[in-house]
């Protein structure tokens, strides 16, 4: 069974950065991709960022030029700088296995003030 835990959210002030992690762990063979979600109060889960196994990024518009999506192995990071109220959300981190399904983590709270 495959685990991934997310931490690095929080409280910020507009203008501000955080950095969110999410590491997997269990039985994984191969990975596809891993990605950001973000799913703001009332609305439906977004695609923020994605990485690739062979590295391509893809961002939403919203986000370019401000976060940044890595991963190392099995963690995935999403630097997230110049925070905007509307970035405030939870944001859930995915994998894409080679084989099987995408997995969720639980999600983490981003709350930016204005």
């Known amino acids: 069974q495959v685990q991934l835990v997310e931490s690095g959210g929080g409280l910020v002030q507009e203008g501000g950065s955080l950095r969110l992690s999410c590491t997997a762990s269990?039985?994984?063979?191969?990975?596809?991709?891993m990605a950001w979600y973000r799913q703001a109060p009332g609305n439906q889960r977004h695609l923020v960022a994605r990485?690739?196994?062979?590295?391509n990024t893809t961002y939403t518009d919203s986000v370019n030029g401000r976060f940044i999506i890595s991963r190392d192995k099995k963690t995935v990071t999403l630097q997230m700088n110049s925070l905007t109220p509307d970035d405030t959300g939870v944001y859930y981190c995915?994998?894409?296995?080679?084989?099987?399904?995408?997995?969720w983590g639980r999600g983490t709270q981003v709350t930016v003030s204005s």
């Open positions: 995915s994998l894409l296995p080679v084989f099987g399904h995408e997995e």
């Open positions: 269990g039985r994984i063979l191969g990975i596809s991709a």
């Open positions: 990485v690739t196994s062979a590295g």
